[in-house]
């Protein structure tokens, strides 16, 4: 299999229509990546050395889109739909250059095994010309069936098409194939379009192929391999399946989940073993996060990087750019953003702390801020080892604290502190006497005056 050069040839030109949305179907999201691109890094993962997209609906946004999850991938438009072999055709440019495989997949159907496509490409090294991978459901209404004889594929039958015999067959077609390289053109241009719709379909390769003594074979996988999206609905149900997986694998590695359906994974979320995961935990795109760490519930992180034994939340949010070195805390209802927290300080509650550094061992009262934007420019705040800030100050950036420096509570630093000094940035306290009952009177007075006002009205 290393020896045999491989093409994915991904079908992406469908408008989605019943997904009510100007977005490409195909670029909706699950996990965080457009399914698209969980099709072609499944690809990539059996060993498809070569991408291409074949688009229509949305053909800019969708080049834009590819630039970033497969930029070596090559696009071609579907001018005309014209059914699924016709789609494929578009590639021919691509298809011609003689690989031994040619995979075509579904950029709708985001939740195929990489397994799956190995398991049919190896059909391919031991001879087969096609491979079509299919299912098996003991509820096949409304699928193709895969109508095989001596262990050989002779046939793809849509139901409507099928005997009352056939119908009962439970196999069904998955939708995607496997190709050898050097038959696909001669199959594909053999596709005719007397059908119904006068369509190409590339379903009809399967005959083709049989007819001309090929061998052609059917290889099984879940249900889930072949789900194809085609609504909201129907792309929730997919996520589902996604974090499901991305759960359960999770756990097998170590990892605690205390609730494992209220958390939510990215399609990059990296987790270390020992670390413990509350309920109602979301991770989104870009988040690592070592061994022994420990995830709060109803914490929100995306963008952040937690080192080993990390303390975060309850109801913490960690936006791009967050760095929790080794031991760091930070707690409930804070927000960090291009932060560094390093080893051991703490952001315990009620803070927000952006663009900054808090360093080693520092402690950070609640309700403090680092007021890091004047509406037009960001600014840093470093704030050194063993630093203590006192609750409720605003640290205006740009600004230092020294280390070991103290803030009194309440302070408003507008100047960079030594290390090691004190600093006070409130007014003095003033008391007046009997100032207090005399303001409850007053404001008594007039709110019964009022009451009285609107009852003779």
């Keep these: 299999m290393s020896q045999r050069t491989c093409l994915s040839v991904i079908l992406a030109a469908g408008e989605g229509t019943r997904m009510k949305s100007a977005l490409p179907k195909v670029l909706h999201q699950i996990a965080g990546l457009p399914m698209v691109a969980h099709v072609v890094k499944a690809a990539e993962t059996a060993g498809a050395g070569d991408q291409v997209l074949v688009i229509g609906h949305g053909a800019e946004e969708m080049r834009k889109a590819a630039a970033k999850f497969a930029p070596d991938a090559e696009t071609y438009v ?56 299919g299912f098996r459901t003991p509820n096949p209404t409304g699928y193709g069936r895969l109508i095989e004889k001596g262990g050989k594929l002779v046939a793809i039958r849509e139901e409507k098409d099928c005997s009352d015999e056939e119908k009962k067959i439970t196999f069904c077609n998955g939708g995607l194939m496997a190709v050898a390289g050097g038959r696909a053109l001669e199959l594909l241009d053999a596709v005719g379009n007397k059908n119904a719709k006068g369509e190409y379909y590339l379903t009809d390769i399967v005959g083709i192929a049989s007819g001309h003594g090929l061998d052609v074979v059917a290889t099984e996988a879940s249900f889930e391999n072949a789900l194809g999206i085609n609504n909201r609905a129907e792309l929730a149900q997919a996520q589902g399946i996604w974090q499901q997986r991305r759960r359960h694998e999770a756990m097998l590695s170590g990892v605690t989940l205390i609730a494992p359906e209220t958390v939510f994974f990215s399609h990059d979320t990296e987790i270390g073993a020992d670390t413990i995961v509350e309920p109602n935990v979301w991770f989104g795109p870009g988040v690592k996060i070592a061994t022994g760490a420990k995830i709060h519930a109803f ?148 709110a019964a005056a009022k009451k009285k006002a609107g009852a003779d009205h």
């Design 299 to 446: 914490s929100h992180i995306e963008g952040a990087t937690i080192a080993s034994n990390c303390d975060v939340g309850p109801f913490a949010r960690l936006r791009p750019g967050a760095d929790l070195r080794q031991k760091a805390k930070v707690g409930n209802f804070c927000e960090v953003k291009q932060a560094t927290i390093e080893e051991g300080a703490k952001v315990n509650h009620l803070t927000y702390i952006g663009d900054a550094r808090v360093g080693a061992g520092a402690n950070i009262g609640a309700g403090t801020i680092t007021c890091n934007y004047d509406g037009y420019s960001k600014f840093f705040t470093d704030i050194g080892e063993g630093a203590f800030i006192g609750s409720n100050s605003a640290l205006v950036a740009p600004i230092t604290i020294g280390k070991g420096g103290y803030i009194a509570s309440g302070s408003v630093i507008t100047e960079d502190v030594p290390d090691d000094a004190l600093a006070f940035g409130r007014a003095r306290q003033k008391t007046i006497p009997g100032k207090g009952k005399e303001l409850r009177e007053r404001f008594a007075a007039a």
């Design 78 to 133: 579907q001018e005309k739909r014209l059914g699924t072999a016709h789609a494929v055709l578009a590639a021919r440019e691509a298809i011609s250059r003689g690989y031994d495989d040619v995979l075509v997949m579904f950029g709708d159907t985001p939740l195929i095994d990489p397994g799956a496509l190995t398991v049919a490409r190896l059909k391919l090294a031991e001879g087969a010309a096609v491979a079509v991978i």
